[in-house]
């Protein structure tokens, strides 16, 4: 047993009780009685007591390690011999317990804890040597990475410099050849103007002789001399009559000079203008150098430059715009549209308002949709088109962004409505996207309907609202205003056929029609590339009819259109 009594504990070392007791009180450990309890803490504790009391001054050195106490006991058996007869057995047990003192076991875990502490450290050793290694070698392809790249650099900046050279040589060779065509230009020049002094004379002499005849001289057609302008003399023979008739003809080219009319766009080449000009392009470049300019055949100069080279050389010049082609567009769609019959169109209606303040759930609960639900962090970052079939007729819903970023964005969607929505949140009240939605609707110049939204809420303020508004002189119509209010909740549908009928009443005073047939024109709201689908355009058509194959031209882009998705 782990625990034996006083009594037993004296018995086994073989001493009197009342010395037992005294020893354990002088060890500190507390018995009251002899039938007390003691346990094997205690009996170790006692050991050490004695051993120090006896003068050993370092018990842990000279005391064993290990106690091994023995226990004997004695008992009788009796047991049946036979015939009602009985024997009793003396039998006697003997017990063997070994205790370990407590600093061996802290020693012993102490060694273990060593051990352990250092089997830890030679782990993170090598754990730091490999962490080492692979920095190293890290460092090493940095360094390779570097030297290539180093390489791939002076490589790139020796192909530059033998590209300046060649360029270099390039331009030299443009300039002599540029130069010998100045020369050859100036020869030609020359040559024209000896001809055109000689065509004068000859002009000259040819009137001169026409007085003398009586004739009236020809500015326009002029014979030849020594051709068929003289009277052939008939040769009479015997035989035959041969008349002789000389191979060159007897016209010359006119000597009034020809004025043509250029069509000059943005940029042109020398060699295209001169063919413009019905004009060598050494002459175009030989009036460029008089004016001070270095160029070539190939080379692009401006519309300005180019007028003044036309009116230099004697011919009209015709500034051709770079929106030409969309102005003719225009141009045609107004006169389809005037040829046309007006019918009553449906209103384009913006959403507009700050960032969460429920434009997109709005216009959700119109539209019996989830929009919302499936945009990035649900905040609206495009330009929405929805056409929608309300119990009030037809109408073009416009969702835009309320975020700061998507300024450009609203101000689009406002040029191109009809009515704008304007949402503030009646928790919330006026935020600076809202002051910014009434600017582009003053600037558009189209009436303003305000949604106060989420009036469902518990912090809702209606009245807060319509002051911040008046601040911006948006004054209700309950307030002696012109601007509808109306309240509603995206949430539990409060308020949205109010907000319908408010629509359709500034609808049918704006008498909105365009005609239906004809050359469309509209707005290009949004337009990507995807893939497999290629250019891809969010339009709103605000007159005419456009089908699948018609040309569409938006700025300087242009195409053809396969595929139309309501």
Request: proline share 3%; charged share 30%.
């Amino acid at each position: 047993m782990s625990q034996v009594t006083v009594t037993e504990f004296a018995q086994t070392l073989k001493v009197p009780v009342e010395r037992l007791m005294n020893q354990l009180s002088e060890a500190g450990i507390t018995v009251s009685g002899a039938n007390d309890l003691i346990s094997e803490d205690a009996k170790l504790e006692l050991l050490t007591h004695l051993r120090r009391s006896h003068g050993k001054k370092d018990p842990a050195a000279s005391s064993p390690r290990k106690i091994t106490l023995k226990r004997k006991s004695q008992s009788e058996l009796r047991l049946a011999a036979g015939q009602g007869r009985s024997r009793t057995v003396n039998v006697e047990v003997r017990r063997k317990r070994t205790y370990t003192r407590r600093d061996v076991l802290e020693e012993q875990a102490r060694q273990q804890q060593a051990e352990l502490d250092a089997t830890r450290k030679a782990e993170q050793e090598v754990h730091e040597a490999a962490e080492r290694a692979e920095r190293e070698r890290q460092e090493s392809l940095e360094a390779e990475r570097k030297r290539k790249s180093e390489a791939i650099e002076a490589e790139d900046r020796e192909r530059l410099a033998t590209e300046k050279r060649r360029q270099e040589e390039a331009d030299e060779e443009a300039r002599r050849r540029t130069e010998e065509e100045r020369r050859t230009a100036e020869d030609a020049a020359r040559e024209a103007k000896e001809r055109e002094r000689e065509a004068k004379v000859q002009k000259e002499l040819d009137q001169r002789k026409g007085k003398r005849k009586g004739a009236a001289p020809d500015h326009t057609l002029h014979v030849a001399d020594g051709a068929a302008g003289r009277r052939r003399k008939k040769r009479t023979r015997r035989r035959a009559v041969n008349v002789s008739v000389d191979s060159t003809h007897g016209f010359e080219r006119p000597t009034a000079p020809v004025v043509r009319e250029v069509d000059i766009p943005a940029t042109i080449t020398v060699a295209e203008l001169s063919q413009r000009m019905a004009l060598k392009s050494t002459e175009v470049i030989k009036t460029l150098m008089g004016m001070g300019m270095m160029v070539t055949i190939n080379q692009p100069i401006d519309q300005d430059t180019a007028i003044l080279i036309v009116e230099e050389m004697g011919h009209t010049a015709k500034a051709r715009k770079e929106t030409g082609l969309e102005d003719e567009l225009l141009i045609g769609a107004d006169e389809s549209a005037a040829a046309g019959e007006a019918l009553p169109r449906p209103a384009v209606v913006t959403v507009m308002g700050h960032v969460d303040h429920g434009k997109t759930s709005l216009l959700d609960y119109v539209r019996r949709t989830r929009v919302a639900a499936g945009e990035a962090g649900g905040i609206t970052q495009h330009i929405g088109a929805y056409h929608v079939e309300t119990a009030k007729g037809a109408l073009t819903f416009l969702d835009t962004p309320g975020h700061a970023a998507f300024t450009a964005m609203r101000a689009r969607g406002a040029q191109v409505t009809d009515i704008v929505i304007l949402v503030v949140a009646a928790d919330d009240g006026v935020m600076p996207q809202t002051i910014e939605a009434i600017q582009h609707a003053r600037a558009a110049d189209v009436p303003i309907v305000v949604a106060v939204n989420k009036i469902d809420r518990p912090n809702a303020d209606t009245d807060r609202v319509k002051k911040g508004l008046v601040q911006q002189s948006v004054i209700p119509d309950d307030w002696g205003g012109d601007t509808l209010f109306v309240s509603v909740s995206a949430h539990t549908g409060e308020g949205i056929e109010a907000l319908l009928e408010a629509v359709a009443l500034q609808a049918e005073l704006l008498d909105l029609k365009a005609p239906a047939e004809g050359q469309a024109s509209g707005v290009v709201l949004e337009a990507s590339l995807e893939r497999g689908r290629g250019a891809v355009a969010t339009v709103l058509v605000n007159r005419g009819r456009l089908k699948v194959g018609d040309m569409l031209l938006a700025g300087q882009e242009y195409g053809r259109l396969r595929a139309m998705v309501d």
